[in-house]
């Protein structure tokens, strides 16, 4: 669904004028006010509108509610993923878990030291269980991570959707971010956490 | 925005007689076809309706649009928590990790073995802090885990927005879920991820 250009016309009249009856809405146009009587029935009834009895026309202040759905989930992960923090396959799992807590992250990305690609990923419960089963806290990551090509990435122009589609199936906590599609650099993380911030700023906004 | 029971009864007259003119709904209705002006232009504007020249209106399988901010964000908690894995004072960091583990959690609440009362949480950060700078696994929850009344909770009643928002307020990755404001007996918890997993699944459901 999407305003004709008399109904956006409409609402630049109001903002400018409000409260605006009908009658001088449909002057400014050049219109009769039967003519206009479909656009005010759709712009009050989406919410574009308020109409107050014998006070006029008003903007409520909401933009179109139908471009809800493209605005929640066509955003593209570029626009919400997070640094990633990159650590070494040598790296121990002692350090690693520091640099976890330092970053307060979810999870790290494995590296390869001189390639730049990914090649691995430890989480928050790979590190527990290491620590758990484990009295050897220089262990290193390489031993512990979950390896390429068992990763599931994203790419920058992936939608909020997809994305959270793949954390949901792979009931993982994040993804790696690589440059475009098929690529192996990192270059951020997108997280169930930075999702859910933007569903839930979306509806606040609007509120 | 919600639909009049005029309009409510027009998408009826079209889901059982389609292709159907303006003509015929307004008879149905016992109305002329400028009354009904408006509501068609709602209903078509909205997408409810397919208007197709020559043809009549069809009803597009569509449900109302605009409802979807209310569906998306007015979701009770009590509809998206899922069971909270429950441990005493006394459990031992290694019993908590292992129950984390066993049931795949990314948090347990620790209740009084007496009352059930929800006396604190342990998170897998806890836990993970713990295991990396203690070398005794044996020591008790108690000593590690955050305090009431230090501990954000939620209720059945809450929407999933304002469970969000706390969520990301206090940057917690769940919430329990008492049985009624202001009561201390857990029911369930509330997560990040069945938070994120329910608007995907809203958004995948309109595509």
């Known amino acids: 669904m999407e305003l004709s250009e008399r109904q956006k016309a409409i609402i630049e009249i109001v ?3 409000e409260p605006i009856s009908g009658d001088k809405i449909a002057e400014s146009l ?32 909401l933009s179109f509610e ?10 593209k992960v570029e626009a919400l993923m997070t640094p990633s923090i990159i650590v070494f396959p040598k790296t121990t799992v002692r350090d690693a878990t520091t640099s976890l807590f330092m970053y307060d992250s979810g999870s790290l ?9 990914l090649i691995g990923l430890v989480s928050r419960k790979d590190l527990l269980r290491s620590l758990l089963n484990n009295q050897d806290n220089d ?8 390896r390429m090509p068992n990763i599931i990435v994203s790419y920058p122009e992936m939608s909020v959707l997809e994305a959270g589609r793949l954390l949901t199936k792979h009931e ?30 979306m509806g606040s906004e609007r509120n």
Do not use: C, W
Not at 175 to 199: A, D, N, Q, W, Y
């Open 15 to 17: 903002k400018a004028n």
């Open 30 to 61: 050049g219109l009769t006010k039967p003519t206009l009587r479909s656009d005010l029935a759709v712009l009050t009834m989406t919410g574009v509108l308020d109409a107050r009895p014998k006070v006029g026309y008003i903007y409520s202040g």
């Open 66 to 75: 139908p471009l809800l759905h493209e605005q929640l989930f066509e955003t």
């Open 109 to 117: 990305y494995v590296t390869d030291e001189t390639t730049g690609d």
């Open 139 to 146: 262990l290193s990551v390489a031993v512990i991570m979950t």
């Open 172 to 201: 993982v906590d994040s993804l790696p971010v690589v440059e475009i599609k098929g690529s192996k650099k990192v270059i951020g993380k997108i997280s169930k956490t930075r999702i859910m911030e933007h569903f839930i700023k």
